[in-house]
C-alpha cells in the first residue's frame, strides 16, 4: 500500500496537461482583454461613420 501511494506521489504525468492549460488559460485572458480595447475603438469608428452618413443624407434631401 505505501508502495503504491510513492508511485502515485511520484507520477508525474499529468504535470504537462495542467501547464498546456494555465498556459491556454493565460491566453484567453489576454485575447478577451485585447477585445475589449479593440471594442472600443471600432464603436467610435462606427459612430462617426454612422453620424457623417447622418449628415450626409440630410444634406442630400
Known amino acids: ?3 503504491l501511494a510513492k ?3 511520484n507520477d ?3 504535470q504537462g ?3 498546456y492549460a494555465l498556459l491556454l488559460g493565460l491566453i484567453v485572458i489576454g485575447v ?3 477585445i475589449q480595447g479593440m471594442g472600443i475603438s ?3 469608428i462606427f459612430t462617426k461613420a ?3 452618413l ?3 443624407a440630410a444634406q442630400a434631401t
Open 42 to 44: 471600432i464603436k467610435k
Open 50 to 52: 454612422n453620424s457623417d
Open 7 to 9: 508511485k502515485f506521489w
Open 1 to 3: 500500500m505505501v508502495a
Open 54 to 56: 447622418g449628415t450626409a
Open 12 to 14: 508525474e504525468s499529468g
Open 32 to 34: 478577451v482583454i485585447l
Open 17 to 19: 496537461l495542467a501547464e
